[in-house]
């Protein structure tokens, strides 16, 4: 029996992948506080699409007892005998845009509640400077009765995956590590080494890790909304962004971001958690928020720019017929959290068009749910007024997209993707 067993805590985009490749060497137990994902797991099924159902089944067991593999669960005795707790739950921001730590505090109470002396928690969520050791470990202090740094330990292992992507799957991207002691810094550093076959790299501390991780995806966000900033310039001055980027992108030094919709629970997450905590030292973010407000107002200056071709181009606005293609975060996944595809929607759909929505990946169940937005299960055969590519799924790139246009209509490519002659893009 393998002297390591693994708990894993929240099993979803990052959890499930993390917990099935751990589970290819160690005993795993993957928790979760929601029964209907563990009943879809048990099943053999990752509605995430991150794991696929030969994988899921390879490794899955149907009891809790066994040298390597993953048993999910939703209760706690099940985790009661591990001795590394992996916690990968949300770490979303509210309506202002504040951290919301509760799903980090409530899995650290149901680690407390099973911790045992020489266990080690490692978070990987991504959170700012000073989370781990400032707000989750006096939960875990208080919770189980044990002393930090002498009874039990923790660490910090970002997670990096980008969902959709096949190619770069957890055990191909390098993994930043890091312990509250040296010693522990090291054994966490070997276990995720263990399975991890792109390597590791031990962080001195705790704090520099979680800072890491923050600041890739602020240093995106900020491109992204560079490039943005440039795509409103150049539609003013009817230059073409696309041409401008792909010949500055000559030089060996330009950075190759392109326009578009920054969502999703990471990039337009993130920066959020490092300028909260900026500001709780004094320090007022210039750049990180501007980047934020730049790349939040995009899908409503699609919009415009939408409206405005429509005036130019003589067609009614009240009652045309929309086409929004897209409305995931992003490409070829299923995650409809923190979509911008949904300004661009909202935005349109206030000015009394009539919309279609249309997207392969999406479930219609949860876009009605969490978007209360309708959509089409099918391309319908109708001509449309305008059609607008929010969203760069495959199924999307070799559709003739004039044939569902009216001979006036507009295209529009929010992600500069198609192929042929557009009426706009960014
Ligand atoms: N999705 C990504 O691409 C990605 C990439 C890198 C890092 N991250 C970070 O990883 C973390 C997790 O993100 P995600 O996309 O996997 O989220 P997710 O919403 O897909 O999954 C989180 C899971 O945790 C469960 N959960 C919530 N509270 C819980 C609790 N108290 N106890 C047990 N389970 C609980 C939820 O039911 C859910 O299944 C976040 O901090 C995120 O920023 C995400």
């Keep these: 029996m393998s002297t390591q067993k693994i708990a894993i ?16 060497k160690y005993p795993v137990i993957g928790f979760d506080i929601n029964q209907k994902r563990i009943e879809e797991l048990q099943s053999g099924k990752d509605f995430t699409l991150e794991v696929s159902d030969e994988d899921l089944n390879t490794v899955l067991q149907k009891t809790p007892n066994f040298d390597k593999g993953l048993y999910c669960t939703s209760k706690l005795e099940d985790i009661s005998d591990c001795n590394y707790y992996i916690v990968t739950v949300p770490t979303p921001v509210d309506s202002t845009n504040r951290p919301i730590l509760t799903p980090l505090y409530k899995s650290s109470e149901t680690v407390g509640k099973v911790l045992k002396k020489g266990d080690l928690v490692i978070y990987e969520s991504t959170v700012y400077p000073g989370v781990t050791e400032d707000e989750c470990v006096p939960v875990l ?18 997670e990096r995956i980008n969902p959709g992507d096949k190619e770069h799957t957890v055990e191909k991207i390098l993994k930043v590590t890091s312990g509250s002691t040296p010693a522990i810094g090291k054994k966490v550093d070997d276990l995720y080494a263990s399975v991890i076959t792109a390597g590791t790299h031990l962080a001195p501390t705790i704090k520099v ?10 240093q995106r966000d900020i491109n992204i909304a560079f490039v943005n900033e440039l795509a409103k310039i150049f539609n003013l001055m009817e230059i073409d962004t696309t041409a401008v980027l792909e010949a500055a992108g000559t030089k060996w030094n330009f950075l190759p971001f ?25 320090y007022h973010p210039e750049i990180i928020l501007a980047g934020r407000r730049m790349n939040d107002g995009m899908g409503k200056y699609v919009a415009s720019e939408v409206i405005k071709l429509m005036v130019q181009k003589d067609i009614k606005i009240k009652g045309a017929n929309i086409l929004i293609l897209g409305i995931t975060f992003k490409e070829n996944c299923p995650d409809v959290r923190n979509t911008k595809a949904v300004d661009v929607a909202n935005n349109l759909k206030s000015y009394s068009t009539n919309l279609t929505i249309y997207d392969p990946w999406a479930s219609k169940e949860e876009v009605k749910r969490e978007l ?11 001509k449309f007024d305008v059609i607008v590519l929010t969203v760069a799924h495959k199924e999307f790139l070799t559709l003739n997209l004039r044939d569902s246009l009216k001979p006036e209509g507009i295209l529009y490519d929010v992600k500069s993707i198609l192929k042929g002659e557009v009426d706009g893009r960014l």
Excluded: W
């Design 209 to 218: 890790a979680e800072a890491a991780k923050v600041i890739e995806n602020s």
């Design 141 to 158: 202090e208080r919770v189980s009765g044990l002393k930090f740094n002498k009874d039990f330990f923790v660490g910090y292992s970002p």
């Design 9 to 24: 805590i929240g099993l979803g985009y990052v959890g499930l992948p993390l917990a099935r490749l751990f589970a290819t």
């Design 372 to 382: 209360n937005l309708d959509m089409v299960s099918t391309l319908p055969e109708q």
């Design 258 to 282: 392109k326009p578009g919709l920054v969502g999703g629970h990471c990039i337009g997450v993130d920066p959020y958690y490092l300028a909260q905590k900026a500001q709780e030292f004094g």
